[in-house]
């Protein structure tokens, strides 16, 4: 062995000797040793730890989508750097069970030392949120502060900084305004759809009206759900009403990212468009991971503190339970089932088109 990779050692290179010098339970310190408060530290660090590396992930996908053009091979790097993300949240999830193997009053012991401090002050945690795309004005505020007050000015300053950025959002947002295929090779997609929804929409209507088992009077409440149903479908081709959702905030994408998006869940079985579809749906699972998270993390509250208040401040188990259903990030493609129409509905597309949706290879063999 070289001496060079002599000095290369596992403990040194992982500085395994800090790492186990950073667990300094203030129960020791304070001669009343709580045996869970050390289960409790290596947990938060542990998390703190798993935050770092998702940040790594995100801060390295939000520069592919910085670029005004982004190649298809770097859409398979994002995708599989937000994979990493998700195998990381699960384990985010899995790792609550094991600080829950302290119980409530192991918890007493040492709780009331922590104060004030609070996960509520994770500043990781919080920038996670804001690259991923979580606006300011979503945030739960409780007694009418800002989730920053618990924080220093170099703390506040590092989100404030992180919020002007684009975030992972933003990022999707500007690349389906750009997705080129909603009006190519003669196919204009927002026209065509329009027209097959109104016809599945009428055929749907036509099979209850002439359905002779069904009574008048039935008929009648048939007609009008069915009149509602339809009216809620149709809202999507009303570009003003989405502006309208858009500026109040119950929805986020842009008209243009909303009808690429619905594009791409409705083509997906296209190969040009299997790896967009993969993005849009790691996305959602990665919400939904989060979403998770805030759950499994409140019901821990619930179940270590029941309705105390935090050692944060907060009203506790009842601010988390309000952020697991309020801040949401990409919902808005989630929304976008309700306007799905099955495969054997949708426009055809015209030859010249889905070629270019395919293959390379695959165009060569249809121009033999
Ligand atoms: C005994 C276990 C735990 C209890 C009872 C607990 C309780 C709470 C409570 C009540 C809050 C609300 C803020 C406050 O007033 O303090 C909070 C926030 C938070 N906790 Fe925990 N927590 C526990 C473990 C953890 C762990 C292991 C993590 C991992 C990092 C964590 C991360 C967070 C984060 C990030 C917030 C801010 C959430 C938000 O504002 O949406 N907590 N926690």
């Known amino acids: 062995m070289s001496k060079k990779n002599k000095e290369n050692n596992y403990q040194d290179y992982l500085r395994i000797n800090d790492l186990l010098n950073l667990q300094n339970p203030l129960s020791e310190k304070s001669g009343m040793i709580a045996h869970e408060e050390m289960l409790f530290i290596i947990t938060h660090q542990v998390y703190e ?7 790594y992930e995100l801060d390295s996908i939000l520069t592919i989508f910085q670029n005004d053009y982004i190649v298809e091979k770097e859409m398979g790097v994002i995708n599989s750097r937000i994979l990493r993300i998700i195998e990381i949240q699960k384990i985010l999830l899995d790792q609550i069970t094991v600080l829950e193997t302290m119980t409530p009053l192991d918890f007493l012991e040492f709780r009331d030392l922590l104060v004030p401090a609070s996960g509520f002050q ?21 007694e ?7 924080l220093d000015s170099s703390q506040k300053k590092i989100l404030s ?8 959002f933003d990022g999707v947002n500007n690349w389906l305004n750009r997705m080129p295929f909603l009006d190519f090779e003669g196919f204009k997609f927002w026209d065509s759809y329009q027209k097959a929804v109104s016809q599945s929409l009428q055929n749907q209507k036509n099979i209850f009206l002439k359905d002779s088992t069904i009574s008048l009077q039935e ?16 809202a999507i081709f009303d570009n003003k009403k989405h502006n309208v959702l858009v500026k109040n905030g119950k929805r986020r994408l842009s008209y243009k990212a909303m009808q690429a998006s619905l594009l791409i869940f409705l083509y997906r079985d296209e190969p040009v468009l299997h790896l967009p579809f993969n993005l849009l749906t790691n996305l959602i699972d990665m919400e939904k991971y989060l979403t998770s998270w805030r759950h499994l993390h ?7 503190i029941g309705k105390k208040i935090g050692t944060g401040g907060s009203p506790g188990y009842s601010y988390l339970k309000t952020t697991l259903e309020n801040q949401k990030i990409f919902s808005d493609f989630m929304d976008l089932t309700s306007y799905f129409l099955p495969r054997s509905k949708l426009p055809k597309l015209p030859r010249n088109f889905q070629k270019n949706l395919g293959f390379y290879y695959a165009r060569l063999e249809d121009n033999k």
Request: net charge positive; no cysteine.
């Open 49 to 55: 730890l798993w935050f770092k590396q998702i940040l």
């Open 219 to 234: 008929k009648k409440q048939l007609e009008k759900e069915h009149n509602i149903s339809y009216k809620n479908f149709i």
């Open 161 to 168: 900084k992180a919020e002007k950025k684009p975030s992972l």
């Open 122 to 142: 994770s500043v990781q945690f919080r920038l996670l949120e804001i690259k991923m795309g979580l606006k300011s004005s979503d945030r739960i505020f409780f």
């Open 298 to 304: 409140s019901q821990m509250a619930l179940r270590m």
């Open 144 to 150: 009418k502060q800002s989730y920053k007050n618990s």
